[in-house]
């Protein structure tokens, strides 16, 4: 089987694992916002944000060390495993530790218990993390698929029962647990039939892959870093209830970019891997890359921001307002993140973690700043400082980290690109229409005699942003009336779209999968 039939066969397995894992990790959050407080999902992105940071350093930044560098030895690989397992050892003692500053910079003290029990994930994580990388060296995402869906089944099995039984925001806590705790074990199981790590500590064996993953473990703690500290600071000034409703957002909007995007970006990387040294594939293959996550990812925000004073309503129920104002905006930073999001893998196929590390740093220094300046205003001047950040942080990042190391012009990625997206404005321009004149913002007749004008149409919309119970209350349709009618319609116009784009890459896609393209 060629290199390109097993990526496609990677996408799809990740596509499965995407559809199965990430749906019951949203089914979770949808069940639970109905039985929980938005006081309680506050209180747990305020334990998980440390506990998400200092997962990052668990595998000591090995990880894509392995998949860089083509070859291990069986000593090599040992090294690794126990150099992984002393890192989470050594994170969780951290985490314990550092409870109760943190409780105490949040003015939280439960923040204490929750942070020392969400940190037992880190020594979990690490166990079966060296597991999980060789299986996606390998392009052998049909385990990776079974594992991450059985976990997440796990996982909500556990929220929703212990959430049933009264135990509030820890019904949360655990369900973390149980899914580092699950896939560790089936890693662990599957891996352990082909490679077993003996006791084997030689670090000056794996100099190299440490001296790579000192920089990858630095660069993606500040990268974390850098997308967290919107929480720390929000939890800081804000408190745990706008917190809360900031987390769902966050959850909702950035779900496609950050559950979607890797499911074509983790097969990137080992692929991009194996060509490092060809450019001219290089070039292709982003752009390649790009286009498929740009057609999986943009719809969704889309749709979110267009549908969200209903979807919201319909899936989390009464009480989430803040929720709603603040998807639309989330949707534009979240597609500033999507066209970010596949330059790591140029970068670290070059092996250039150093400039992805420098890079993580100053994007970690700037946004501590804007988010401390946005925190003096608003939840919206600090969302809306986030997002112009973003936009600027894309454009300098794809010079310096893409343009400049495959010699990509852009001319040549603008082109590749904007046609698509200038196409999508129609899809949205008609399901927009659509829910303002169904929800009676924009009274139809007032249109068509001319009674309603420019400045009444825009104050009437940012009279109904404001009040968001103008948008579902007065809709002609109810909640779930209005998301089919507005997903129907986006799907009808935007599928002719994608199909004049992508029909190359669809074709390729599935001709991979067929049987017969096995050898």
């Known amino acids: 089987m060629s290199l390109q039939e097993k990526a496609y066969r990677g996408v799809g397995w990740s596509g499965l694992s995407g559809i199965i894992a990430?749906?019951?990790?949203?089914?979770?959050?949808?069940?639970?916002?109905?039985?929980?407080?938005?006081?309680?999902?506050?209180?747990?992105?305020?334990?998980?944000?440390?506990?998400g940071i200092c997962r990052i350093f668990a595998?000591?930044?090995?990880?894509?060390?392995?998949?860089?560098f083509r070859n291990q030895t069986g000593p090599q690989l040992s090294t690794l495993f126990w150099i992984n397992i002393l890192a989470g050892l050594s994170l969780y003692l951290l985490v314990f530790l550092s409870a109760?500053?943190?409780?105490?910079?949040?003015?939280?003290?439960?923040?204490?218990?929750?942070?020392?029990?969400?940190?037992?994930?880190?020594?979990?994580?690490?166990?079966?993390?060296?597991?999980?990388?060789?299986?996606?060296?390998?392009l052998s995402f049909r385990m990776i698929t079974i594992t991450e869906s059985t976990s997440a089944l796990f996982s909500f099995i556990t929220a929703l029962v212990l959430a049933l039984w009264g135990w509030g925001v820890y019904a949360l806590i655990w369900s973390h647990i149980v899914t580092a705790g699950t896939m560790a074990l089936l890693y662990a199981a599957n891996g352990m039939r082909h490679w077993k790590p003996s006791f084997v500590f030689r670090p000056r064996d794996?100099?190299?892959?440490?001296?790579?993953?000192?920089?990858?473990?630095?660069?993606?703690?500040?990268?974390v870093y850098a997308t967290r500290i919107d929480q720390l600071i929000i939890g800081r000034f804000f408190g745990p209830e706008i917190l809360g409703a900031y987390h769902i957002a966050w959850q909702i909007v950035l779900f496609p970019v950050m559950r979607l995007s890797p499911?074509?970006?983790?097969?990137?990387?080992?692929?991009?891997?194996?060509?490092?040294?060809?450019?001219?594939?290089?070039r292709n293959g982003y752009l390649r890359l790009m286009s498929g996550v740009t057609a999986l990812v943009t719809p969704?925000?889309?749709?979110?921001?267009?549908?969200?004073?209903?979807l919201i309503p319909l899936l989390f129920g009464s009480g989430w307002n803040l929720t709603i104002q603040l998807v639309p905006l989330m949707a534009v930073l979240a597609f500033f993140r999507m066209l970010g999001s596949p330059s790591n893998n140029i970068v670290l196929s070059k092996g250039k973690a150093a400039l992805a590390f420098y890079w993580a740093l100053l994007l970690a220094i700037l946004n501590t700043g804007i988010f401390l300046i946005g925190a003096q205003f608003s939840i919206y001047v600090l969302l809306g400082l986030h997002t112009i950040g973003n936009a600027l942080y894309f454009i300098v990042g794809q010079r310096i980290m893409v343009n400049?190391?495959?010699?990509?012009?852009?001319?040549?990625?603008?082109?590749?690109?904007?046609?698509f997206l200038a196409a999508l404005l129609i899809p949205w321009f008609g399901s927009w229409v659509l829910r303002n004149l169904a929800s009676g913002v924009w009274p139809l007749s007032h249109l068509l005699d001319g009674k309603l004008g420019l400045t009444e149409a825009t104050e009437a919309l940012l009279h109904a942003w404001q009040n968001v119970t103008i948008w579902y209350q007065h809709a002609v349709w109810g909640d779930a009336g209005m998301v089919i009618a507005i997903v129907t319609l986006f799907l009808i116009l935007y599928l002719p779209v994608l199909w004049y784009f992508q029909s190359g890459l669809i074709r390729e896609f599935m001709q991979a999968l067929r049987p017969s393209g096995r050898s």
């Open 300 to 310: 969704f925000l889309l749709i979110l921001a267009v549908s969200s004073p209903w």
């Open 404 to 419: 400049r190391l495959i010699d990509l012009t852009w001319i040549r990625f603008l082109s590749h690109l904007t046609p």
């Open 206 to 223: 794996v100099v190299s892959h440490l001296r790579f993953g000192f920089f990858q473990m630095g660069e993606r703690g500040l990268n």
């Open 263 to 282: 499911l074509l970006n983790r097969v990137a990387l080992p692929v991009f891997a194996n060509r490092q040294d060809d450019d001219g594939i290089l």
């Open 22 to 51: 990430n749906g019951l990790e949203l089914s979770k959050y949808i069940v639970l916002a109905r039985i929980l407080e938005p006081a309680d999902f506050g209180l747990l992105a305020m334990a998980m944000v440390i506990v």
């Open 59 to 68: 595998d000591g930044g090995t990880s894509n060390a392995v998949i860089h």
């Open 100 to 138: 109760p500053f943190f409780a105490a910079f949040y003015s939280e003290p439960e923040v204490t218990p929750l942070m020392r029990l969400g940190g037992l994930v880190l020594p979990l994580y690490a166990a079966g993390v060296l597991y999980e990388v060789k299986l996606r060296k390998s």
